[in-house]
């Protein structure tokens, strides 16, 4: 497994964006597909986005589509999520995740971070 720190959460006004960050660490890190998902209050956890291990392709979820942007520092491995044009209803916990297979992100990644809070609000 890896183990995935995420950071970048908080407070921001409606319209505002956010910079999400999740570093990974351990020895298979650095070939590890990457992803990210949100939680809202009594709800289920939602794929927003994933990004394979080279950075040089990635794929969105339908939650966030077209207000987020996922990219990839593979020297520093970490993944960002650049949240923009946030809504009230954008509020949530987001986690990081990662697995060996890219295709198991969306549904199943083996190693999940303990997640960032992002609040929007005026």
């Known amino acids: 497994q890896v183990h995935l720190v995420e950071s970048g959460g908080g407070l921001v006004q409606p319209g505002g964006s956010l910079t999400l960050s999740c570093v990974a660490s351990g020895p298979t890190a650095s070939t590890n597909a990457m992803g990210w998902f949100r939680q809202a209050p009594g709800g289920g956890r939602v794929f927003i986005a994933a990004?394979?291990?080279?950075?040089?392709?990635?794929y969105y979820g339908d939650s966030l589509k077209g207000r987020c942007t996922i990219s990839r520092d593979t020297v520093k491995n970490t993944v960002y999520l650049k949240l923009d044009d946030l809504k009230s209803e954008d509020t949530a916990a987001y986690y990081c995740?990662?697995?060996?297979?890219?295709?198991?992100?969306?549904?199943?990644?083996?190693?999940w971070g303990q997640g960032t809070q992002v609040t929007v609000s005026s």
């Open positions: 995740a990662a697995d060996p297979i890219a295709e198991r992100v969306p549904s199943d990644p083996t190693s």
């Open positions: 990004i394979v291990a080279s950075g040089n392709d990635w």
